[in-house]
C-alpha cells in the first residue's frame, strides 16, 4: 500500500496501466482507424490526400501515431525495468 502512495506525477499518466494485451489492441485500433482515415481523405485512392482541407485529420494522425510511438517505448522500458 505505501508503494501505491509513492507514484510521482510523471507516472500517473495513462501510460502506466499499459500492458502488452492493452497495447497490441491499440495499436490495431489505430492502424485500423488510420486506415479507414486514409480511405476517407482519398475517396479511395481516387484523390490526393495532401489537400490543405485535410490539414487537421492529417495532425490528428500524427499525434495519434505519436501517441502509439510512446506508448510501446514507455511499454518496453517498463517491461525491462522489471528484469
Known sequence: MEQRNKINLKDKALFHLINKKRAVVLTALWFIGGLLLLLAMS?????????????????????????????????????????
Open 43 to 83: 475517396d479511395l485512392f481516387t484523390q490526393s490526400i495532401f489537400n490543405k482541407k485535410y490539414l487537421l485529420l492529417q495532425f490528428l494522425f500524427l499525434l495519434n501515431t505519436l501517441f502509439i510511438f510512446k506508448m510501446w517505448k514507455v511499454y518496453i522500458s517498463k517491461k525491462k525495468s522489471l528484469y
